[in-house]
């Protein structure tokens, strides 16, 4: 079963602008992550988010996390062609430690 | 510090054969896992071991499905007989103990004809 849901499923923009998906979930977790795929290749982590931080910044991403609606969104800003790949959200439920990956949202940044 | 192996990188079989890959994660990672991840899906959790003691299997096709972590360390995936559906790629992550952050290896694309 899936318990992460990406939007929206493909994203397509120019480089230089900023990017925005969003992942919604549906039980409580104890924290929330991003992972990014490159065609052909293993998953990258890029930034975990606990239950209790609403924001949370690393380079030019930023994460935030609404656990009152179950949803958290991933913005890339100023994106660069090298950030085309898939990104996905991966949560567990609270109290478990297998955690979940959503369906992706594929990104094409166009030089 | 050497990421997670896995091999073959590609392998093609047919249907009702048998296939096997290998996962050697990162040294001291406690925590190992395979995942199946057919082509425009997230990845599923297949087996999650801790150690060499099975943390989590419920999502294991165990009628062909199978898996071990000997000595706590490598582990093997094994399909015995494969199916057409079984055409994926199979990641292999590992994680250090009671973190949560995942270092997956490049993967093993299954091609089942």
């Known amino acids: 079963s899936q318990q992460g849901e990406e939007d929206p499923q493909a994203l397509s923009i120019q480089e230089g602008e900023n990017a925005t998906m969003n992942c919604s979930y549906k039980?409580?977790?104890?924290?929330l992550q991003w992972y990014r795929q490159n065609s052909g290749r293993g998953l990258v982590h890029l930034i975990l988010i606990r239950s209790n931080e609403r924001e949370k910044h690393s380079g030019r991403l930023r994460v935030t996390l609404d656990t009152s609606k179950k949803s958290s969104s991933l913005l890339i800003t100023a994106s660069r062609a090298a950030d085309t790949a898939s990104y996905f959200c991966?949560?567990?439920?609270?109290?478990?430690?297998?955690?979940?990956f959503g369906t992706g949202t594929r990104l094409k940044v166009l030089a | 510090e050497a990421g997670v192996a896995q091999s073959p990188r590609y392998k093609i079989i047919e249907k009702r054969q048998s296939v096997a890959f290998w996962c050697n994660p990162i040294?001291?990672?406690?925590?190992l896992y395979w995942y199946q991840q057919i082509l425009g899906q997230g990845p599923k959790l297949l087996i999650q071991?801790?150690?060499?003691?099975?943390?989590?299997d419920s999502q294991l096709p165990k009628d062909r499905f199978s898996a071990e972590r000997l000595k706590g360390v490598d582990s093997t995936l094994k399909i015995q007989p494969a199916k057409l559906e079984d055409s994926a790629v199979y990641l292999c992550?590992?994680?250090?103990?009671?973190?949560?952050?995942?270092?997956f290896g490049p993967g093993t694309r299954l091609t089942v004809l």
């Open positions: 040294s001291g990672h406690a925590t």
């Open positions: 071991f801790q150690n060499n003691g099975v943390v989590d």
């Open positions: 039980t409580s977790i104890n924290n």
């Open positions: 991966a949560t567990a439920t609270s109290g478990t430690y297998k955690y979940i």
């Open positions: 992550a590992s994680s250090a103990l009671g973190r949560a952050e995942q270092f």
